[in-house]
């Protein structure tokens, strides 16, 4: 899969509608069929901080991903709000899913 984060610095003007302002982006990607999981989280630390956490099934559906009417769509819509240019990291990892961190396993407990 293709796994991809990305961190995007929104104005502070802007920084508490931005899960709004991408909401038409974010659902277009989630619909794509190979979209394994495209989702936003807000740092805890900077308010105008958003990490972008998404992953695609292979690079062919990636490619398409960034060649997609939304995806242009936001390359148009969505750095007027932004402080700079969104970092990213961009890895092909094997599998389609998340792995469990064993080294905080959590056992079950009994009631």
């Known amino acids: 899969m293709i796994f991809i984060a ?10 508490d509608q931005w899960p709004q302002l991408s909401a038409p ?3 277009a990607t989630r619909g794509e069929p190979g979209c394994l999981w495209f989702d936003w989280s807000r740092s ?6 958003y990490l972008l956490v998404e992953a ?3 690079g062919e559906a990636g490619g398409a991903h960034v060649q997609s009417p939304h995806f242009k ?8 709000y932004l402080v700079s ?8 990892v094997p599998g ?4 469990l961190l064993g080294e905080m396993r959590v056992e079950a407990s009994s009631p």
């Open 56 to 58: 695609f099934r292979d």
């Open 6 to 15: 990305a961190k995007f610095s929104v104005k502070p003007e802007h920084a």
């Open 85 to 92: 240019t969104p970092e990213i990291v961009n890895v092909e």
């Open 96 to 99: 389609e899913n998340w792995s």
């Open 25 to 27: 982006f974010t659902k």
């Open 44 to 49: 805890v630390d900077d308010p105008t901080e």
């Open 73 to 80: 769509d936001a390359q148009r819509e969505l750095p007027p």
